[in-house]
């Protein structure tokens, strides 16, 4: 195989622009939903940097350390989604600003 | 400019367009439509560097699955599109540029001391059985403790949405 060169750095402004990205909408989005996407984009920014050092050091435990990721993700997904319903449910909004008392 | 460098750009260039994308819409199934390009386009970011498994599980976790979760309760709850919010002005004066700095300086960073590296492509194949083997061998334990999580996050998943009164039922 012909090896051909793309510089680590690329990838790691490109992962943290990602990641920058979900910061952004964290902290000005206002619906709950979309703030929670915004989680995931940050994860996903992560994983990329984490396969682009495997592929650079030669250590394929960064991929295996991805899935892990993946799983954390996928049960934050289900859990947080599901708490997103229960709000739903007894607030009748999914705006955070009108999501501000723990109590009823 | 090498065919890996087109491709990792044009990857990239979605990738970046869906985020900002992300951010611009004001309707919540917009946005996920955006986010699952995003992970789309990752998942060619991955092939790229050689982990063929990572894309093939990026795609059907990520861009499947957990996507398709964040589409039916979006369905689900019938979001509409979000209200306008009140912007802070000290916020915008401060942030912006605060947020421009900081980019800068973390590029001119990242390139300044990792600029003459590179990353070859395809060197790192990321076959399923080295990772399997790694998975089930070095990091046994964490994929146990793995397990346990999963079954706890559906047991609360389940315990959290299932309507109150039958919850309230089955504790009487």
């Known amino acids: 195989m012909v090896p051909s060169y793309v510089p680590l750095s690329y990838y790691l402004l490109l992962s943290g622009f990602l990641f920058a990205c979900g910061v952004v909408g964290f902290l000005i989005k206002r619906n709950i939903i979309t703030i929670f996407m915004s989680i995931e984009l940050m994860l996903n920014g992560v994983n990329l940097s984490f396969v682009a050092f495997a592929a650079h050091w030669h250590a394929l435990a960064g991929q295996v350390f991805v899935f892990f990721v993946m799983v954390v993700a996928a049960a934050e997904a289900a859990v947080g989604l599901a708490i997103i319903i229960a709000v739903y449910r007894t607030r009748e909004t999914l705006n955070v600003d009108q999501v501000n008392l723990l109590k009823l | ?172």
């Open chain 2, 1 to 172: 400019m090498s065919f890996h460098l087109i491709l990792f750009l044009a990857f990239g260039a979605v990738c970046v367009g869906g985020a900002v994308n992300l951010l611009a819409q004001r309707h919540p199934i917009n946005s996920a439509l955006s986010l699952i390009a995003v992970m789309a386009a990752l998942a060619g970011e991955y092939l790229l560097l050689g982990a063929e498994f990572v894309a093939a599980v990026q795609v059907i976790v990520y861009a499947g699955a957990i996507m398709v979760l964040f589409v039916f309760v979006i369905m689900l709850l019938n979001a509409g599109e979000e209200e306008e919010t009140k912007g802070s002005r000290v916020a915008i004066l401060l942030g912006v540029p605060g947020v421009l700095t900081g980019s800068v300086l973390v590029a001119w960073v990242v390139l300044r001391h990792s600029g003459t590296e590179s990353v070859a492509i395809g060197a790192l194949p990321g076959h399923p059985a080295d990772i399997a083997q790694l998975l089930f061998h070095d990091f046994l334990l964490p994929f146990e403790v793995t397990s346990v999580l999963i079954l706890i996050a559906i047991m609360g998943a389940v315990v959290l949405a299932s309507k109150p009164e039958a919850t309230a039922r089955k504790v009487d």
